[in-house]
């Protein structure tokens, strides 16, 4: 007796749509973005706000009240913030008892940005003045630790006259 063969219908695979390629550095960061660990980054923000011009992007709860993650841009820079969380060891310079990174930022009018910042609350480092590479430039530490240069660009220099203007100081220094 012959037995008749069952067919089964295997399913259909349809071919996966092509993914869209993820960009390693998404829209909107820079391969290198900053990330301040702050006592109080709520008031941080205001300080960026009022001292800088700087934009609020995103801001998400953390415990106890804090905020967990936020994002500012100043310029055409993003700079992440969060409040401290000692239990993943992201401390602030208040809490480190000082900051070992610097932040600089071009800006448009150097002497009015650097004012609003100190007329904001943060403290004078080094009074704004021309620079021999070219930019105008102060230094200021912000209430929260973090230090900060602020300049504006004023001579587009090649390497050369930049070599040779620190020569002049320096030997004008007694170096």
Known sequence: MKSKATRRKLPVKRAAAPKKRVQPVPAGYSAVTP????RGAAQAIEFYRKAFGAKEILRMPGPEGKIGHAEVQIGDARVMLADEFEAMAFLGPQTRGGSTVQLYLYVRDVDATF???????????RAVEDQFYGDRSGSLEDPF?????????KEDLTMAEVKRRAAKMAKQAGG
């Open 145 to 153: 630790g973090h230090l900060w240069h602020v300049a504006t660009h």
């Open 115 to 125: 004012a609003r910042a100190i007329a904001a609350g943060a403290k004078l480092v």
């Open 35 to 38: 990330y301040l660990a702050l």
